[in-house]
């Protein structure tokens, strides 16, 4: 019973350490160790790594809508939060690319998949960035159709991966 209980544990403090040593190698992949920030929303379950560059971003909450076609034209079908990490140096005369966050249930997501309803006149949806036991997090199509200053930045941030949902 002893070598059970001791194998068991054993196997448990490894994934813990697999899992965490998996973490530092992804973040560490991303940006070089010392030059990464960590936006972490426990409310919903996800982190995102931004480069050192994103020091002093802020976040700015907005909300997603989602319409169907109805008798007099789009109706309101579903809606759910949208989390935009904004760049420190945006300012409204020199606006910068953010970083949007679409958060969907997966009731949504899944009605949104089967066309259900659509978000925006883009005529493909949103891509998925990750996804935990509860939410799917995705990036807007055409987020960055505007090119705004620092759209390219944002992009090398997407390509690398940097939200881990948890």
Known sequence: MKKKFAAVLFVAVGLIFLGAGGYLFLVNRVF????????RNTQYGFSFSLPASWKGY??????WQGYVNGQQGDELAQQGP?????????????????????VFTFTQWDSLQRNEFHIGAAPIGPSELGRNAQYVFALPARYNFA?????EEVQKILENHSLLAF
């Open 147 to 151: 090119f705004p200053t620092g759209w």
């Open 58 to 63: 802020s976040i700015v909450t907005g909300q």
């Open 32 to 39: 070089p160790p010392g030059t990464a920030l960590e936006y």
């Open 82 to 102: 949208v989390i935009s990490i904004r760049h420190p140096l945006w300012t409204s005369a020199n606006p910068r690319q953010d970083i949007p966050v679409m």
